[in-house]
T-cell receptor, first 112, second 112 residues
Framework: QKEVEQDPGPLSVPEGAIVSLNCTYS??????FMWYRQYSRKGPELLMY????GNKEDGRFTAQVDKSSKYISLFIRDSQPSDSATYLC????????????FGKGTRLSVIA | DGGITQSPKYLFRKEGQNVTLSCEQN?????MYWYRQDPGQGLRLIYY???????QKGDIAEGYSVSREKKESFPLTVTSAQKNPTAFYLC???????????FGPGTRLTVL
């Protein structure tokens, strides 16, 4: 079993839809959780990060962590064509400069 | 502007040649990382460095080498021992807690 599992998609939705992107993980030691957005042929950019369980909201984006289920989600409200990208989840065991463990990414297309 | 720069953006290599990819950051981050990204494979860690003059192998270090002589710089050499080097290479850096990593724009390496 891989440490982090993420459905690669592709996921195609109409403009204005609510998008739900998810990752599951196996290591209960993970404490920090991040979502990155990567446009084609570009470097990933950090979207959201959360510590431990709970929700965090930033504009149209909401990150949710359920440590009891080892499950994290990213919700995008009122999706736009500009949201079309690959979304990568990432997580870390502790603070300090340890490498992140990444999911393989979900490719999202928002159709106008 | 603070950020991470990678050069060149595109690089072509003949079989049997060593090539060096540049990564520079002016974010005053302690840690730096190199990833390889192939279609459908997600991000795979090659090497990382937490402090100057020290670095650790990642999951796929064979055929690669790095140096960390300055805090700002973490060059990656793809040696002739790397059998399948054609890929998109990403450099990242991070400060302390939490371990959010910031990525450069990437270098696309093609072996001719």
């Amino acid at each position: 079993q891989k440490e982090v599992e993420q459905d690669p998609g592709p996921l195609s939705v109409p403009e204005g839809a609510i998008v739900s992107l998810n990752c599951t993980y196996s290591n209960s030691a993970f404490q920090y959780f991040m979502w990155y957005r990567q446009y084609s042929r570009k470097g990933p950019e950090l979207l959201m990060y959360t510590y431990s369980s709970g929700n965090k909201e930033d504009g149209r984006f909401t990150a949710q962590v359920d440590k009891s289920s080892k499950y994290i989600s990213l919700f995008i409200r009122d999706s736009q064509p500009s949201d079309s990208a690959t979304y990568l989840c990432a997580m870390s065991r502790n603070s300090g400069n340890t490498p992140l463990v990444f999911g393989k990414g979900t490719r999202l297309s928002v159709i106008a | 502007d603070g950020g991470i720069t990678q050069s060149p953006k595109y690089l072509f290599r003949k079989e049997g040649q060593n090539v060096t990819l540049s990564c520079e950051q002016n974010l005053n981050h302690d840690a730096m990382y190199w990833y390889r990204q192939d279609p459908g494979q997600g991000l795979r860690l090659i090497y990382y460095s937490q402090i100057v003059n020290d670095f650790q192998k990642g999951d796929i270090a064979e055929g690669y080498s790095v140096s960390r002589e300055k805090k700002e710089s973490f060059p990656l050499t793809v040696t002739s021992a790397q059998k399948n080097p054609t890929a998109f290479y990403l450099c990242a850096s991070s400060r302390g807690s939490p371990d959010t990593q910031y990525f450069g724009p990437g270098t696309r390496l093609t072996v001719l």
